[in-house]
């Protein structure tokens, strides 16, 4: 007995072969640039020692960059990148302010242990 209520997914996209094209070469951006953004990371992790001078410049930077990378994400994986501008600042700009006010209380508090020890 064959049953009618199984929809088949695979027949149901509707888009020709350029719209497939953009597609696939939207996603090889994005794969591009983060992977770029987490070589970046890697490299400054390696290349720089901890305890020098430059060390609190690249942990902001890390702190920068994790940043862009998780809106990044944020604006394509779940398409915000397509909502309108107000709902974009909406949306992204508490959490912008929440991460700051951490950032604030662990840069603050880090230093008041180290200033105590």
Do not use: C, N
């Not at 992790?45 to 060390?55: F, L």
């Amino acid at each position: 007995m064959e049953r009618d209520d199984i929809i088949e997914y695979s027949l149901d996209g509707h888009h020709s072969e350029e719209q497939g094209v953009k597609i696939r070469k939207k996603i090889w951006m994005v794969t591009l640039l983060l992977t770029v953004v987490t070589a970046v990371e890697v490299i400054l992790g390696a290349m720089v020692k901890q305890g020098s001078g430059a060390w609190l410049t690249v942990k902001i930077l890390f702190i920068a960059l994790t940043l862009l990378k998780a809106g990044y994400i944020v604006m394509v994986f779940m398409h915000l990148g397509d909502e309108r501008k107000s709902l974009k600042w909406v949306i992204l700009l508490p959490y912008a302010l929440f991460i700051v006010y951490l950032m604030f209380i662990a840069f603050t508090e880090g230093s008041a242990v180290h200033l105590a020890m």
